[in-house]
Nanobody
Framework: QVQLVESGGGVVQAGGSLRLSCAAS????????MGWYRQAPGKQLVAVIA?????NYADSVKGRFTISRDNTKNTVYLQMNSLKPEDTDLYYC?????????WGQGTQVTVSS
């Protein structure tokens, strides 16, 4: 079993920044992918990073968001800069461990105009 604890959401004005964190614990011996999705209509990719370092971003966040991971802490981060009102959403942490997908409970990001 894998547990995910997310933090870092909040309310920020447009143009501001937030940093999301997600720490995985439990059966995390081999985490293949870590990343972030947003609720939107149907969970939508924001950014993911594989164990080998390959990164994939949604087009809407390229150049503004940066994903990183600390494998020693089993933690993934999402640095969100130049936030826009349309970034407002519930953001979910994702991990894929030996083919099993695990989701966090979500952290709310609200960007005011």
């Amino acid at each position: 079993q894998v547990q995910l604890v997310e933090s870092g959401g909040g309310v920020v004005q447009a143009g501001g920044s937030l940093r999301l964190s997600c720490a995985a614990s439990g059966s995390v011996k081999s985490i293949n992918v870590m990343g972030w999705y947003r609720q939107a209509p149907g969970k939508q990719l924001v950014a993911v990073i594989a164990s080998g370092g390959n990164i994939n971003y949604a087009d809407s966040v390229k150049g503004r968001f940066t994903i990183s991971r600390d494998n020693t802490k089993n933690t993934v981060y999402l640095q969100m800069n130049s936030l826009k009102p349309e970034d407002t959403d519930l953001y979910y942490c994702l991990t894929i461990v030996v083919g099993s997908v695990h989701w966090g409970q979500g952290t709310q990001v609200t960007v005011s105009s």
